[in-house]
């Protein structure tokens, strides 16, 4: 009986070999995309502070924006504008211009939010007025109150548009356009701002209106750096 010797071991040089294994490696390094966690609705109990320190951010805001001669975007800047203008308080005017809105809040965005929306809306016509009554600024640099007025509004805003609120007006539309097409709510509040500012030279001097066209841009930028539908709703 004759046997078969083994077949010799075939060679692959060092370099094929390691060209052969490399598509592996790469599957196997290939890193794994991290799962994204569960959208978690906030408790009641954070959306109430979420929704106070929103108006009370806010209605500093406003203090400051008042007490330097400033305006702001949306119904908010509106009413800065118009009292300035008419003399009728801010308090009033921000809640009467706000309620053709509230009937699209509760078309478009339900119950919930208007209901939310409107408590905010007084709650801020309340503070803006209380604060007057618990601070007194006997000076206020021009450029800090205009600058600073418009950021805390902007943060403010952002706050409670995370717990399912907003300040009303324009940001409503806003936060519709967005929900319908993706369109940021921050540019469609970009291009009502811009308008209220240009009603405001009516009533406001040109550098206070200088100034809270500044003031209206970084308002805006926070809103579009921050309430991005693809990264936080928050509710």
């Known amino acids: 009986m004759t046997t078969t010797p083994d077949a ?12 052969a294994a490399q598509p592996f490696a790469n599957k196997a390094a290939q890193p794994v995309p991290p799962q994204r966690p569960a959208n978690v609705a906030h408790t009641a109990v954070e959306d109430i ?4 320190a929103g108006i009370f951010v806010t209605g500093f805001a406003l203090f400051l924006l008042r007490s330097t001669g400033a305006v702001t975007g949306g119904i908010a800047g509106l009413s800065l504008a118009m009292e300035y203008w008419t003399g009728v308080s801010v308090t009033i005017l921000i809640v009467v211009l706000n309620i053709p809105f509230f009937i699209i809040a509760w078309w478009q965005k339900g119950r919930q939010f208007t209901v939310r929306t409107l408590l905010a809306v007084l709650g801020i016509a309340a503070m803006t007025h209380l604060m007057g009554s618990v601070i007194t600024l006997e000076s206020i640099n021009p450029v800090f109150g205009a600058l600073t007025g418009n950021l805390l509004a902007g943060l403010g805003m952002l706050m409670l548009f995370r717990h399912n609120a907003s300040l009303g007006g324009v940001s409503i539309t806003g936060l519709v356009i967005q929900d319908k097409t993706g369109f940021k709510a921050g540019y469609t509040q970009l291009m009502f701002d811009a308008c209220v500012v240009a009603i405001s030279f009516v ?31 928050g509710y």
Do not use: E, T
């Open 8 to 19: 010799p071991a075939q060679h692959i040089p060092p370099v094929f070999a390691d060209k």
């Open 203 to 233: 009533s406001v001097a040109p550098l206070m209106v200088l100034l809270s066209i500044c003031g209206a841009g970084l308002l805006n930028l926070v809103i579009v750096l921050n309430h991005r539908p693809d990264r936080y709703i």
């Open 49 to 52: 502070f979420g929704i106070v």
